[in-house]
């Protein structure tokens, strides 16, 4: 993984210290409308209702929501920008190598080439654009949000808080053999390729058929061990939402806590799900994209640095 980053690191620095600081002006915003979802409920269940306060929170909150969305904006075009700056980039290193081995006689097959020039370059070019930023908006968000619900009483910040590790640990667990699959599907679909680039497609269609079997069953491997994980952490944020209302129910009752309070936690959970869960298929998506990083290195050879691999404008 740190091979990957250094790599993306080395072709876009300067771009990423600008998505970075936007993701984290991002997720310091994160919880600013929950304390103003909180302000506005206790308002209405206070003795001197106001208007004139209610709009004003209510403005307040709309503000925050509207440059928290500009600010995403801002980030996705200069994120989704730099991630096909990075494919173009890649695209020409692949280019480039494949005229040597045209000129050297090497044993590189056409199919796995083109496979790796189409598709492979896509992948890992669009994941280099958020490559740093998106985690950590989302890391961001969780500390911000679960920060704020802390803040306000400890008891449910536990719970949003211990909703996140058992779900940490069954992603670690899963994605090892997923990866596993990953990289099998990977080899596979080249070999399959190499072979239709033969002229007489006729000598090879039956080793093609079941090497087609092959990825349809390592997907249906990938696709059991990645549901089941799906299926604990739903358990997982079903039973968390639960627990706050529960808690936070009893909190009220015994005096000890706010229901802006309780409504401002489970939109808080709300929010931290959504974060967990991107996290949770970013995770996904770095182990699968150091694996196919690490199988495109292959194609460059024992001195990848001749190409100057993933080393670009900054």
Same mark, same amino acid.
């Given at each position: 993984?740190?091979?990957? &980053?250094?790599?993306?690191?080395?072709?876009?620095?300067?771009? /990423?210290?600008?998505?970075?600081?936007?993701?984290?002006?991002?997720?310091?915003?994160?919880?600013?409308?929950?304390?103003?979802?909180?302000?506005?409920?206790?308002?209405l269940t206070a003795d001197d209702v106001s208007t004139d306060r209610l709009i004003y929170l209510g403005t307040g909150m709309m503000s925050v929501v509207l440059l928290s969305l500009a600010l995403k904006w801002l980030l996705g075009f200069?994120?989704?920008?730099?991630?096909?700056?990075i494919v173009r980039l890649i695209r020409q290193r692949l280019l480039a190598r494949a005229a040597d081995i045209r000129e050297t006689g090497e044993t590189v097959r056409k199919g796995t080439m083109t496979t790796a020039i189409s598709a492979e370059a896509e992948e890992l070019g669009k994941f280099a654009g958020g490559a740093f930023?998106?985690?950590?908006? /989302?890391?961001?968000?969780?500390?911000?949000?679960? =920060? &704020?619900?802390?803040?306000? /009483?400890?008891?449910l910040g536990m719970i949003a808080f211990s909703m996140i590790v058992p779900q940490i640990v069954i992603v670690l667990i899963s994605q090892r053999k997923v990866n596993i699959f990953v990289a099998e599907r990977v080899r596979i679909l080249r070999s399959a390729t190499d072979k239709l680039t033969i002229e007489d497609i006729n000598?090879?269609?039956?080793?093609?058929?079941?090497?087609?079997?092959d990825i349809y069953e390592t997907r249906r491997r990938m696709f059991l061990w990645k549901l089941s994980a799906k299926f604990l952490l739903s358990v997982i944020n079903g039973a968390g939402t639960v627990g706050v209302l529960m808690l936070g129910?009893?909190?009220v009752l015994q005096?000890?806590?706010?229901?802006?309070?309780?409504?401002?936690?489970?939109?808080?959970?709300?929010?931290?799900? =959504?974060?967990?869960?991107?996290?949770?298929?970013? &995770?996904?998506q770095v182990s699968a994209n150091r694996i196919k990083y690490e199988l495109m290195l292959e194609l460059f050879g024992p001195n990848p640095e001749r190409y100057r691999y993933l080393k670009g404008r900054h």
């Open positions: 993984m740190l091979r990957l &980053y250094s790599a993306i690191w080395r072709a876009s620095a300067g771009r /990423q210290v600008i998505l970075i600081v936007l993701s984290i002006a991002i997720a310091a915003l994160a919880a600013v409308p929950l304390e103003f979802q909180r302000d506005i409920i206790n308002h200069r994120a989704g920008t730099l991630g096909e700056d930023s998106d985690p950590v908006v /989302q890391i961001g968000t969780l500390i911000s949000v679960i =920060g &704020y619900i802390s803040s306000t /009483q400890p008891g000598d090879v269609a039956r080793d093609v058929e079941t090497q087609f079997d129910g009893w909190l005096g000890r806590t706010d229901v802006g309070t309780v409504v401002a936690a489970v939109s808080g959970l709300g929010r931290i799900q =959504g974060p967990t869960a991107f996290l949770i298929a970013f &995770y996904r």
